[in-house]
């Protein structure tokens, strides 16, 4: 099975200053038709999960545009500029390029 | 749209139970769905997909023991849940399509005796 390693497994962030979320796979993520099946979902606290990312960098409807997602390969990163209060929680890459399809083990956000 | 799980609850281990997940808004049987669970103060463990042509996926730790499918005519999908262990204690989601794009709010399952 794919293993998804994030770090660091948590983070504290001066709101205003960058965030840089890393996700490395055991295997690379690039399926058969080129496109590359990662994903990023934050999960505020007592909520369910959300969509942020799609196949790499792609922000899905309403996601602000300081959630930049980047990588290639074995490598991802997520990158929040201008860290706001509503960012905390915990974020998750998920990788749906190989069966069985797994998450990483996440990364909590807080606010110095 | 809307994804509204049901059917969980508490069972002993060995027992089997069926989740539910009804769903509106949109055009179920145009959308794969998963199901995910989160065990209690962890992270998120993916459990199984299935397409909208009824093809399906599974994780390694509940292949041969959970069953995932689905009725377009009810607009539901469900997970059968057998030979439940302690580890599989856990909230239940079921997320639409392959993006997991919207979610439901979860089902708790408590495996104890």
């Known amino acids: 099975d794919v293993v998804l390693t994030q770090s660091p497994v948590s983070l504290s962030v001066t709101l205003g200053d960058q965030a840089s979320i890393s996700c490395r796979s055991s295997q690379s993520l690039e399926y058969s038709d080129g496109n590359t099946y990662l994903q990023w979902y934050l999960q505020k606290p007592g909520q369910s999960p959300h969509v942020l990312i799609y196949?790499?960098?792609n922000r899905f409807s309403g996601v602000p545009n300081r959630f930049i997602g980047s990588g290639s390969g074995t490598d991802f990163t997520l990158k929040i500029s201008r860290v706001e209060p509503e960012d905390l929680g915990v974020y998750f890459c998920?990788?749906?390029?190989?069966?069985?399809?797994?998450f990483g083990s996440g990364t909590k956000l807080e606010i110095k | 749209v809307q994804l509204v799980e049901s059917g969980g609850g508490l069972v002993q281990p060995g027992k089997s139970l069926k989740l539910s997940c009804s769903a509106s808004g949109f055009t179920f049987s145009s959308y794969g769905m998963h199901w995910i669970r989160q065990p209690p103060g962890k992270g998120l463990d993916w459990v199984a997909y299935?397409?909208?042509?009824?093809?399906?996926v599974y994780a390694d730790a509940v292949k041969g023991r959970f069953t995932i499918s689905r009725d377009n005519a009810k607009n539901t999908l469900y997970l059968q849940l057998n030979s439940l262990k302690s580890e599989d204690t856990a909230i239940y989601y079921c997320?639409?399509?392959?993006?997991?794009?919207?979610w439901g709010q979860g089902a708790s399952v408590t495996v104890s005796s």
């Open positions: 299935i397409s909208s042509s009824s093809g399906t």
């Open positions: 998920f990788q749906a390029t190989h069966d069985p399809f797994t």
């Open positions: 196949k790499i960098s």
């Open positions: 997320a639409r399509g392959g993006v997991m794009d919207a």
